[in-house]
């Protein structure tokens, strides 16, 4: 499985060649491979960035980690598996069922 990440920014944050502010979100498929890259030197630079949201899959275990920044450093503040929903109010109002991100 390759590795995937995805950023989410505000259109205003935006310029025809970059994204000068932090992303509003990060979303990272983890991989086996890149797994301790991911959720360590990564996070950091998110964190660092001032990045509010940051998001982990795992497409083994179907699984959503969710962390928001709270004072420099993320906090977990949901943890769901399979076929369990997750409904976030932030950054953006959505259900996410970890089973059905992963094929």
């Known amino acids: 499985m390759g590795h995937e990440e995805s950023l989410v920014a505000r259109v205003a944050d935006l310029t025809e060649t970059e994204l000068p502010a932090p992303p509003v979100l990060a979303v990272e498929v983890l991989s086996p491979d890149t797994r301790m890259i991911d959720l360590n030197l990564k996070v950091g630079r998110l964190a660092r960035a001032g990045t509010p949201w940051y998001w982990t899959v795992g497409p083994h ?7 928001q920044l709270v004072d420099g450093a993320y906090r977990e503040v949901a943890d769901v598996t399979g076929e369990e929903p997750y409904t976030s109010t932030l950054p953006y109002s959505l259900t996410v069922v ?6």
């Not at 970890?98 to 094929?103: N, Q």
Request: zero cysteines; a positive charge; charged letters at 30%.
């Open 61 to 67: 275990e179907p699984r959503l980690t969710v962390r």
């Open 98 to 103: 970890p089973a059905r991100l992963v094929g």
